[in-house]
């Protein structure tokens, strides 16, 4: 069973589980909302697709084998839908070769965990995961503030906002994660092998084009700023430190 406490962090987060097997759905059903969760299903891709549109969820669960549209072409359509973009994506699949990971990486998706799975742990992961991506700010409630500049970027760690000349912006966890990396170096190269490590928390192959992916879109989403991510060849990447 899941903890109490557990249960109270969901606060009635929307999630919306997409797998082709109705007995996973049941169970992962029941223990989200002994956690606290709130839940609704998809069975196929396009179910999956018309969930996300019209209820919005705060996190998708996310299986890779549905017999319609594979699960990495639905989230690769969610992260080219300007509406629903920033929904976290966890994959949950039986495929849990490197290259599955990857792929998945670098299609957006916040987490993957492979099957069979320990519900408990797999509560936790969904809770990083949300406390990471939803926004910490409350009415009438102030929160701390840890803030990181780089020129006309602005990171609120605490409250995971991105601001780029006074204006704020969306990031997916992975693209925060490594802009927040890159600017906590002052201007140092991180190479490849710590961003790797510490921005993905998984030791993949230094030939994967996951690091690439990121930057690409962080730097897109970041607009003209983006062009403070410095590419280092064959090392690395750094951000440049404006005064």
């Known amino acids: 069973m899941i903890d109490s406490v557990a249960a109270m962090e969901a606060s009635g987060a929307l999630v919306l589980i997409v797998d082709d097997e109705k007995d996973l759905r049941s169970l992962l059903d029941f223990n989200l909302k002994q956690a606290g969760y709130r839940t609704v299903h998809a069975a196929t891709g396009s179910e999956a697709l018309a969930r996300a549109a019209s209820h919005s969820p705060d996190l998708i669960l996310l299986d890779l084998n549905l017999p ?17 973009e920033a929904i976290p994506v966890v994959m949950l699949t039986a495929r849990s070769a490197e290259a599955d990971r990857i792929a998945g990486f670098e299609l957006g998706a916040e987490d993957y965990i492979p099957k069979p799975f320990s519900v408990r742990e797999l509560i936790l992961r969904l809770e990083v995961v949300r406390r990471h991506t939803a926004p910490s700010r409350r009415a009438g409630t102030v929160v701390g503030q840890r803030l ?33 990396f890159l600017i906590e170096a002052r201007g140092r190269v991180r190479t490849r092998e710590e961003l790797l490590k510490k921005v993905w928390d998984y030791p993949l192959d230094s030939d994967t084009r996951t690091i690439e992916t990121h930057v690409k879109r962080l730097r897109a989403k970041l607009g003209d700023a983006g062009d403070l991510i410095e590419t280092v060849r064959s090392v690395g990447y750094r951000i440049r430190i404006e005064p």
Not at 72 to 78: A, F, G, Q, S, Y
Not at 156 to 163: A, N
């Open 68 to 84: 319609d549209l594979s699960g990495t072409e639905v989230c690769r359509r969610l992260k080219a839908d300007p509406s629903t």
């Open 148 to 180: 990181l500049k780089a020129g006309p970027i602005e990171v609120d760690t605490d409250s995971f906002i991105v601001k780029v000349r006074g204006k704020e912006i969306t990031l997916a966890l992975l693209e925060f994660r490594l802009l927040t």
